[in-house]
């Protein structure tokens, strides 16, 4: 009986597997920068061929503010953006980007990244790092 309970306690333990599942869905801190007090969430989640991406920020206002993944971390960001998001409106986007999977993303180091407007792309408003 003993022999038993031990040869299931080794199978329980094989039955584990070694490496930990992949997330199918993350959520990330959006932290303001610039004053502009836009601090907020994102979630980038998994979907068939690609991710959807939704940001929640406050403050937005009614502007549209260009969003996109960055190369980087929001401490030291490559300025080209590698993929373009819905702008975020009134703090809200939403977007569906192909060809990119969230696991890729946590390979990798990057960043969503909020501008302040079309016209104003250099200043940042809001980031945070998708890990
Ligand atoms: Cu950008």
Redesign the pocket.
Known sequence: MKQLALTLMLLAAFAIPAASQEPTSITIKMQALNGSGEDGMATVTQASGGIFVSVALQNGGDVSQ???I?IGTCGAINKA?EYALRDTVDGKGESSVAGVSLSDLLKGHYAI???KSGTD?GTYVSCGNIR
């Open positions: 260009p969003t996109h960055h953006p990244n909020v501008h792309l």
